[in-house]
């Protein structure tokens, strides 16, 4: 059997962590034919990019609850996040109102949205993305009040929500943690909250999303499949995934 490569490995224990909360370093090496240290290394770049956490001698799923913070989520999966913001970006108009929520992808969406966009009107809870759209003075920018979450670099809260609810949007932009079947899911409770009236108040919502949350359930749900009007991603989903978005008709676009 040829060998795997960097990328299969790393999707390969992806895959076996969820099937399996922990996994040794020397079973994976067995199973892949390559040398304790080579796995180790992906074990490392894997836990860096906050999506597994390291154990001793291998590695175990992230606990449902648990997330890294938007600075170390924003250096992981940047080729792809960026090929998804400018896909994404591709599909604005000009005059369009648009709500977009805090996340490492939709920053990256907001970072091709200021070089593309005109005429635009963005609501957001994210500083970060609010500061990335001002540099294109064409789109106005409306920044929600609330708590502000240092590690998120975004502000949550009743008050943020209260907001929100007196604006109507053509689209919402968001991104989550998690995608399956049973539908899109987040750790972080006060982002969820967030991301349901996001979707309440616009026409149509489109889910940024890249590989590595597919087919991942977390503690909070946000909204079914069904709440979607499309998905952008860097690849097809497959399996069961891919079939419940099929059956429920979502168009998924692939950056």
């Not at 499309?230 to 097809?236: N, S």
């Amino acid at each position: 059997m040829p060998r795997l490569g960097k990328a299969a490995r790393r999707e390969r224990i992806l895959r076996e962590l969820e099937r399996h909360p922990h996994v040794r370093i020397s079973e994976l090496a067995a199973s892949f034919g390559v040398s304790t240290e080579t796995v180790r290394r992906d074990v490392e770049a894997l836990s860096s990019e906050g999506l597994i956490s390291r154990a001793y001698g291998g590695a175990s799923a992230i606990p449902m609850g648990a997330q890294a913070p938007f600075s170390e989520r924003n250096q992981a999966y940047i080729e792809e996040r960026t090929r998804i913001g400018q896909r994404a970006a591709a599909m604005v108009r000009p005059g369009e109102v648009l709500m977009i929520d805090a996340g490492s992808t939709t920053h990256q969406f907001a970072m091709a949205l200021a070089v593309s966009g005109e005429d635009l009107t963005v609501l957001t809870n994210s500083v970060a993305i609010a500061a990335t759209l001002g540099q294109n003075a064409s789109i106005q920018i409306i920044l929600c009040p609330g708590d502000f979450l240092h590690l998120e670099a975004a502000v949550y809260g009743p008050e943020t929500l209260d907001f929100l609810s007196r604006y109507n949007a053509n689209r919402a932009f968001i991104g989550a943690s998690g995608l399956s079947a049973q539908g899109i899911s987040d750790a972080n409770r006060a982002a969820v909250a967030i991301k349901r009236k996001m979707v309440a108040q616009s026409r149509e919502t489109f889910l940024l999303i890249d590989r590595s949350k597919f087919d991942r359930h977390l503690v909070a749900t946000v909204e079914p499949l069904e709440a979607l009007a499309g998905i952008v991603c860097d690849r097809a989903p497959a399996g069961v995934l891919g079939d419940t978005l099929v059956k429920a008709g979502i168009d998924v676009q692939i950056a």
